[in-house]
């Protein structure tokens, strides 16, 4: 089978999150789409991080009942910081019958040189990146990855949601969960 890994704090998970996930798994060459939450990614601060059961909870309100979309939560179970190297040699280890490729956003494709291990994940595993509106990147660093050009954009973000319940505002438009 071939599974995308989709990697996220999923802080909390939106419907740009999951318009996304979807639209890629329609629209590509892929069989299945796995929700990795990250418990620590190791370029965000972890006092801004709500705890990862009620992340991981929150996904799986969000993807009940749709079909080859799933929720990870093999990163819970790996050292801290999470890097995305280990949790590939990880599920690859443990999966040796799957494929698997990864989903980045584009903010992350201008940052990828920082990653722990990238040339590794660049020689093994495919990359999808998805572009982000009013970013400009240099498609040319890592000419390996495919761009997901006419992928829609969501102008949907996880800091917005979480500013906007710190001051009593309503969410429902953006999530699908109640939070």
Known sequence: MRILLYFGSFNPIHYGHLR???????????DELWFV????NPLKSPADLWPEQR???L????????????????????????????TLRHLSAQYPQHTFSILIGEDNYNIFDRWRNWQDII???HIYVYPREGTSSDRNRFPQMQWLDQAPHFNISSTEIRQR????E?????????I
Do not use: M
């Not at 639209?23 to 060459?29: E, K, Q, R, S």
């Not at 319940?165 to 009593?168: A, C, Y």
């Open 20 to 30: 996304l996930a979807e639209y890629v798994l329609n629209n590509g060459d892929i």
């Open 37 to 40: 939450l990250s418990p620590h």
């Open 55 to 57: 992340r991981l909870s």
């Open 59 to 86: 996904v799986r309100q969000a993807i009940d009942g749709k079909n080859g979309l799933k929720a990870c939560d093999v990163e819970f179970s790996l050292p801290k910081p999470n890097y995305t190297i280990n």
């Open 123 to 125: 020689r093994n595993w």
């Open 165 to 168: 319940l710190s001051k009593g």
């Open 170 to 178: 309503p969410v429902d438009e953006l999530t699908p969960v109640k």
